[in-house]
């Protein structure tokens, strides 16, 4: 089956305390992103990586890093989260941006204490 | 950069009407436009799209319509029912772009 994949899905953490929020996808796309969903303010765009090594900052990208060293793959780092990060993070994933549509995962919903 | 928005943040309807949500955006340059479902406690799913050359497609049960001239996208749902209840988001991108940028949704409600 087709999907993009994030885990874990629920997380709570301290301030500070590193982590990571992993996304995979099976179908081979070029292009992943990252978004954070909060009340009132839509889908923001955090980092987007349009192919292996290949990565570019979003609307959003403060606090957050990413890496792509394989196609499938693309993690979502906090080296240390703050309570303004808590929100509904998702991955997406493509063949690419402005000719098909964006597949998304399940979602991630981080609470930072 | 420039934002996309919606016109209506809720919309009732009653099961078996046609809904229509708007969505107005203000990059001149978008070339791309997504209309997208989120129902609770899930990711966004892609509804339809449509290119800057053409006005209207036709899905299942779907159409999306853009008028350049004014910036505006409307989803048209025909016969709504209740499994369309759900956020609808609009989302752009301009010629050569990687970046999608979300409206802020509109929450459509279906009354049985």
């Known amino acids: 089956e087709a999907q993009v994949t994030q885990n874990p899905r629920y997380l709570i953490t301290v301030t500070g305390k590193k982590l990571t929020v992993t996304c995979s996808q099976n179908m081979n796309h070029e292009y992943m992103s990252w978004y954070r969903q909060d009340p009132g303010l839509g889908l923001r765009q955090i980092y987007y990586s349009m192919n292996v090594e290949v990565t570019d900052k979003g609307d959003v990208p403060e606090g957050y890093k990413v890496s792509r060293k394989e196609k499938r793959n693309f993690p979502l780092i906090l080296e240390s989260p703050s309570p303004n990060q808590t929100s509904l993070y998702f991955c997406?994933?493509?063949?690419?941006?402005?000719?098909?549509?964006?597949?998304f995962g399940q979602g991630t919903r981080l609470t930072v204490v | 950069g420039e934002s996309v928005g919606l016109h209506l943040p809720t919309l009732s309807v009653q099961e078996g009407d046609n809904s229509i949500i708007n969505c107005a955006y203000s990059?001149?340059?978008?070339?791309?436009f997504i209309w997208y479902k989120q129902e609770s406690g899930k990711g966004p799913q892609f509804i339809i799209d449509?290119?800057?050359?053409?006005d209207k497609r036709q899905g299942q049960r779907v159409t999306v319509l853009l008028n350049k001239t004014v910036k505006h996208l409307s989803l048209q749902i025909a016969a709504t029912q209740p499994g369309d209840s759900a956020v609808y988001f609009c989302a752009e991108s301009g010629a050569g772009s990687y970046q999608l940028t979300f409206g802020k949704g509109t929450k459509l409600s279906v009354i049985p």
């Open positions: 990059n001149s340059a978008s070339d791309y």
């Open positions: 449509i290119r800057s050359n053409m």
């Open positions: 997406a994933s493509g063949r690419q941006v402005g000719n098909t549509e964006a597949f």
